[in-house]
């Protein structure tokens, strides 16, 4: 796999994926929600929805910002060490990328009224990264066959297809693009040599690893991109009792990927003089790239209430509702290849036109319901439940009845809503120096049969995909108080651990996506499924002061 990964390592990945349409796997990405903010907020893991008083829990529970008794601006800083490692049959690969960033900055302007019911009205303005995606993982397969490489993949979701469909004419006053009339993924193959036609002007595909051929892989992923949220929010106090707060989110969304997976093989199969498959008497590799690129803006509301029940215990819930995003999509992609049977040579690049697709997503709502134990001045045991009904996402093209029928009912039956536990603890050491602890725990929002073998669709040129399973959070911080500046610095270790396909398993018998009428008996696909462990350190300072 020498060639392969050189030229992963040397040549920009400038191509991208999807032909016109997004996946269930796209849904799951957009709708990711993180622990981010104030160092107070994360060395208590975010459990800080009954609570309020942090600039953080205006994108949590807006009515946090009615506890404000006195106005507050505060910026925090934040350095990250990501850490990816792939374990694929026993073999381990790793990756480490470091980032320091502004990840929550904000102000809040109290108004002190003299009144014995509204004590105060509130008005606040908060940026929170909510999601980083910046990540970079690698990993390698062994003992490639028919049934796990990427051509056979190819092959099967081009049955029903003829050459035709795949090919420029040679009539070169023709206007005919297999681009405009059939999937990028399947002309692509086509068009580089991984799939070849069985039998002259016939509708089943072989790809160029089968029987007999020796084959090892590489698959290259680096991800970036972040979601990033401003809230604009209202609220107040009543009788020191009652807190309300409403407030609407503009959400940024930008997230870029760049792949790279190749294979390289003895005895694999190309056509011969007929345009048939012909008989393992090829060596060779390729490398698919892929870049897709994503942005996206949003907007959605907000309302939560906090209740002092009694002096020391109090409830807080808040409701978001979905986020409506506007999204684009570019993306291209190509095929490097070097082939060689006998004394003919095959070397070339294949690759797609560049493209761009504009659609619409509505993201989960969401509901966090909390409680806290206020132990006087001596301390503080928070609780939050947060759930958030990720199947309830769904795509939307206005300018098309159905393009995402069968999407979005893909998303109802693989995606479970998520359920986030958070407790967080502080203790006051001294009257200016405080301590804080914290643990969450965030479910899967994919259901367990869709991890380990399940077919997956996704869409364009794009293969690869991961799933997460449960997501855990361990944090610790310090704070420290003196007249009205303070000082908070935290430590969050997320952990979590994901399933990942260079391409998704097929059955042996399938239903073409593409010609839902026609079944046919193929090879069954089962690519090797990796396990991809990230460890996410963050190291947080947050700045303020109180006027």
Not at 462 to 484: E, I, K, M, P
Not at 500 to 508: N, Q, T, V
Request: hydrophobic fraction near 35%; charge should be negative; aromatic fraction near 16%.
């Amino acid at each position: 796999m020498k060639n392969v990964k050189y030229i992963l390592a040397l040549t920009a990945l400038w191509s991208g994926s999807m032909l016109f349409g997004q996946g269930v796997i796209d849904a799951l990405k957009y709708s990711q929600q993180d622990i981010r903010g104030t160092a107070r907020y994360m060395g208590m893991a975010g459990a800080f929805g009954a609570l309020g008083g942090d600039i953080t829990t205006l994108s949590q529970n807006p009515a946090g910002i009615g506890v404000y008794r006195n106005s507050d601006i505060s910026a925090t800083i934040d350095l990250s060490n990501q850490v990816s490692s792939v374990n694929t049959a026993g073999n381990k690969y790793s990756d480490n990328k470091f980032s320091v960033a502004c990840n929550n900055f904000g102000v809040v302007w109290a108004i002190r009224f003299n009144q014995e019911a509204l004590k105060n009205l509130d008005f606040g303005f908060a940026y929170n990264k909510q999601k980083s995606f910046d990540r970079t993982y690698k990993t390698g397969y062994a003992g490639i066959t028919n049934g796990s490489s990427l051509s056979s993949y190819i092959a099967q979701l081009s049955g029903g297809y003829s050459a035709n469909d795949f090919s420029y004419p040679e009539n070169s006053g023709s206007s005919f693009n297999p681009y405009d009339n059939s999937p990028w993924l399947n002309v692509l193959g086509y068009q580089s040599y991984l799939i070849n036609p069985k039998t002259a002007n016939g509708t089943e595909w072989s790809g160029i690893v089968g029987n007999g051929t020796v084959a090892s892989g590489d698959l290259f992923v680096r991800e970036k991109g972040s979601i990033d949220e401003y809230n604009f929010n209202m609220g107040g106090n009543i009788y020191n009792v009652f807190y309300w707060g409403i407030g609407i989110t503009v959400t940024d969304f930008s997230y870029d990927i760049q792949s790279g997976y190749g294979e390289e093989f003895t005895g694999g199969y190309l056509p011969d003089d007929a345009g048939v498959i012909g008989t393992a008497n090829t060596d060779g590799w390729y490398l698919m790239q892929n870049v897709l690129s994503t942005r996206g803006s949003g907007i959605k509301a907000n309302l939560g209430v906090i209740m002092r029940a009694t002096d020391n215990f109090r409830l807080g819930f808040a409701f978001h509702t979905p986020n409506y995003y506007k999204m684009t999509d570019t993306y291209s992609a190509f095929v490097k290849y070097d082939f060689n049977r006998g004394t003919t040579s095959y070397n070339d690049v294949a690759e797609t036109p560049g493209g761009s697709y504009s659609y619409e997503f509505e993201s989960p709502w969401r509901m966090i319901a909390s409680a806290a134990y206020v132990f006087g001045q001596s301390g503080i045991l928070s609780f939050d439940y947060e759930y958030t009904a990720s199947n309830s996402m769904s795509f939307d093209d206005p300018y098309s009845i159905d393009a995402f029928y069968k999407t979005n009912q893909e998303i109802t039956e693989m995606v479970s809503p998520m359920h986030t536990f958070k407790v967080g603890g502080e203790f006051r050491v001294t009257p200016q120096v405080s301590a804080r602890l914290g643990y969450a725990y965030q479910t899967s929002p994919v259901k367990s049969q869709y991890r380990s073998g399940h077919e997956i669709p996704t869409a364009g040129t794009l293969t690869q995909f991961t799933l997460d399973r449960a997501t855990n959070y361990f944090t610790v911080g310090l704070g420290y108080r003196f007249a009205n500046v303070y000082v908070d610095v935290a430590y969050m270790h997320r952990y979590r651990r994901s399933e990942l396909f260079p391409f998704s398993p097929l059955p042996a018998e399938t239903e073409n996506p593409y010609n839902p009428d026609q079944t046919e008996s193929t090879l069954a696909v089962s690519p090797q499924i990796s396990t991809l462990a990230d460890h996410n350190n963050s190291f947080v300072l947050t700045m303020g002061v109180k006027f």
